[in-house]
């Protein structure tokens, strides 16, 4: 690729995640999307009018808590204000299967 454009690719990146909370996280923990441990297919297609991940997967209130068996709220870097940040709508673009269902 072009070095020139390599350059304000990098800051771009860098910049989406400042935002992220760095605090004592394993750095993979910050990049690595976690699988999906449950089949999706049932969810999908994900449609801008329709999301349905976000039934269980919700922006989280004050007060709670990841729990095992339970859906694990939307982590801080999903959310902007009180809505789903646009570019974590598409989940299926980072998320995926743990063994995907057979078609
Ligand atoms: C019917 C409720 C439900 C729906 C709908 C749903 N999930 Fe989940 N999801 C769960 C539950 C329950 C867990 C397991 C939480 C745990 O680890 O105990 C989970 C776990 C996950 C995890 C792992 C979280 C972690 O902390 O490691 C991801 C990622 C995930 N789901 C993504 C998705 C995506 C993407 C969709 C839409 C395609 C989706 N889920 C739809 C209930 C749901
Ligand atoms: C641009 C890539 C990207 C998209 C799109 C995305 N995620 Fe994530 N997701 C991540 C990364 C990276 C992490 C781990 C770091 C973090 O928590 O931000 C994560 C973490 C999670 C977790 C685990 C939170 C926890 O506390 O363990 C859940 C649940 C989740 N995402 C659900 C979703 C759902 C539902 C969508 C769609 C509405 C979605 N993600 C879209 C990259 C993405």
Do not use: W
Request: one cysteine or more; glycine letters at 2%; proline letters at 16%.
């Amino acid at each position: 690729m072009n070095k020139l454009l390599l350059v304000p690719l990098m800051a771009l990146s860098f910049a989406a995640f400042a935002q992220e909370p760095a605090a004592d996280a394993a750095i993979t923990d910050q990049f690595t999307p976690p699988m999906i441990p449950h089949p999706v297919a049932a969810y999908l297609p994900i449609t801008p009018t329709k999301n349905a991940c976000l039934m269980c997967h919700q922006i989280p209130k004050p007060g709670m808590q990841k729990m095992k068996g339970m859906p694990t709220p939307l982590p801080p870097s999903h959310v902007t204000g009180d809505k789903v940040n646009p570019n974590r709508y598409e989940c299926m673009l980072c998320h995926a299967e743990v063994l995907p269902e057979k078609k």
